[in-house]
C-alpha cells in the first residue's frame, strides 16, 4: 500500500509559476516510477511527467521546455515544477505510482487565466 500526498497548485495568470510536490508514505521501498497526470473538464486524464528512481525523466510534448519533474529518494518526495503557463494547462493534478496497482493522490486543481 502506499499513500500519495499532494501540495500546491491554485490560481495564476497567464505566464506564472506553480510548484507541486507529492510525498509518498508506505511500502516507498518498492516505487520505482512516480509521476504527475492531469485531467481538464471533458477530457481524459493524460501524463504530464513521470521520474523514475534514477532520475529518467519523461514528459508530455505539450509541458516540454515549461515543466520540470524532480524526486528526492530520500525523502520520498516528487515534485512539478511548472513555468510559462498557459491556460490550456488548467487541470486537476493528480500525482501517481503504480506497484501492481494503480495509486493516485487526491488531486490540487490548476487554474490559468488569460
Known amino acids: 500500500q502506499v499513500q500519495l500526498v499532494e501540495s500546491g497548485g491554485g490560481l495564476v495568470q497567464a505566464g506564472g509559476s506553480l510548484r507541486l510536490s507529492c510525498a509518498a508514505s508506505?511500502?516507498?521501498?518498492?516505487?520505482?516510477?512516480m509521476g504527475w497526470y492531469r485531467q481538464a473538464p471533458g477530457k481524459q486524464r493524460e501524463l504530464v511527467a513521470s521520474?523514475?528512481?534514477?532520475?529518467?525523466?519523461n514528459y508530455a510534448d505539450s509541458v516540454k521546455g515549461r515543466f520540470t519533474i524532480s524526486r528526492d529518494n530520500a525523502k520520498n518526495t516528487v515534485t512539478l515544477q511548472m513555468n510559462s503557463l498557459k491556460p490550456e494547462d488548467t487541470a486537476v493534478y493528480y500525482c501517481h505510482t503504480m506497484i501492481t496497482l494503480n495509486y493516485w493522490g487526491q488531486g490540487t486543481q490548476v487554474t490559468v487565466s488569460s
Open positions: 521520474i523514475t528512481k534514477s532520475g529518467t525523466t
Open positions: 508506505g511500502s516507498v521501498f518498492r516505487i520505482n516510477v
